[in-house]
């Protein structure tokens, strides 16, 4: 991803790996300081990524593959190491299939560091064509709406859902981005609108609870939203709120788009229903900037993510092309 450090135009990925380290941008802290977090053991990669310095399913599996590959670096044992990694965040599916990934790897005897650096160039080129088969969908003019943060940060390189977005904004496409401001973690407004400002793509940042009124004005013609775990049916889990706007987007004859890697689909999985849910603090509902915004004997729930059922899908945007949700077949063994 391109990033302005200072006046100068970088070339940066949001984790990589540097000797025994693996590096990554310091995500709790944009978009008001750029700084990088080191780890340095497997017990720091799992805190990176259940604490959120790193998050998005894409970018949670290529850290947890350099942790794998720390492991290896530093002696730790593989398998307590695979197990530690698996346990930091239950949804996205990502971190199973990069862990899983990395232990075949291993055991076949290959270089763990290479496999690792492979693996993330892997996941950087699939969401590059992800932008490049999704980018038609977005008309010249064309108005998107987006959830969360499905950008650079969440997948290494070119985001899912911002890739399409990328591309069509690189092709000379006037478009603009609706960003959901996702609460209570804010990876719209925080993570998403930096990116869209890093690239100059005109965009505005909404409230969550106004993407609805925006489309029943019809002035959104496509949603595109990223995916933690897509399972065999198509239905699929993404950031709290993505249901909504996508039964909103079918109320209004608006198309909504999940864009994801093959690597996010859960083939093990029939239905919606089976994929688990994370349940984060009720403190991030009820804290926010250090402030308690209710009364302090108030309960809050927290769930991360939701389901949302094929139905409501026009298409996957994948890295074999864009598929509707009765074609996912053909990713089997991709
Ligand atoms: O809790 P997060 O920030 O890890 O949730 C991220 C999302 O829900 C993204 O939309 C999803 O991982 C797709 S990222 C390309």
Request: aromatic share 6%; glycine share 8%; with cysteine.
């Amino acid at each position: 991803m391109k990033v302005n450090i200072t006046g100068n135009i970088e070339d940066i990925r949001a984790v990589w790996m540097e000797g025994k380290t693996v590096q990554m941008l310091e995500q709790r802290l944009l978009p008001h300081r750029l700084e990088i977090f080191t780890a340095r053991t497997v017990d720091e990669v799992c805190y990176s990524i259940s604490d959120m310095v790193v998050r998005g399913a894409p970018a949670i599996g290529v850290t947890a593959a350099y942790g794998m590959a720390l492991a290896i670096l530093t002696g730790e044992d593989k398998e307590a190491s695979a197990a530690k990694l698996k346990a930091t965040r239950p949804t996205a599916y990502d971190l199973f299939h990069a862990v899983d990934h990395m232990i075949e790897k291993l055991s076949s005897g290959v270089d763990a560091v290479s496999a690792a650096e492979e693996y993330a160039d892997a996941i950087v080129e699939k969401c590059r064509l992800i932008g490049e088969y999704g980018e038609p969908l977005i008309p010249d003019g064309g108005t998107v709406l987006t959830h969360c943060n499905a950008g650079a940060l969440a997948t290494v390189d070119y985001g899912t859902a911002l890739a399409p977005i990328r591309a069509a904004h690189n092709k000379g496409k006037k478009i603009f981005v609706y960003a959901d401001e996702t609460r209570p973690r804010l990876q719209g407004a925080a993570l998403t609108s930096w990116e869209l400002v890093q690239e100059g793509i005109d965009h505005a940042i909404i409230v969550d609870n106004a993407a609805g009124h925006y489309m029943f004005r019809k002035e959104i013609d496509l949603c595109i939203v990223g995916a933690d775990r897509i399972t065999a049916s198509g239905d699929f889990a993404n950031k709290i709120g993505t249901y909504e706007k996508a039964v909103v987007a079918k109320e209004n004859d608006i198309p909504f788009y999940v864009a994801a890697p093959v690597s996010t689909f859960d083939f093990s999985l029939a239905s919606g229903s089976d994929i688990p849910i994370e349940e984060r603090s009720q403190d991030e509902v009820r804290i926010v900037n250090d402030k308690l915004i209710c009364h302090e004997d108030a309960k809050a729930r927290n769930p991360a993510f939701d389901v949302t059922p094929a139905r409501f899908v026009k298409g996957f945007i994948t890295e074999i092309g864009v598929l509707a949700p009765d074609e996912l077949e053909r990713l089997k063994g991709c």
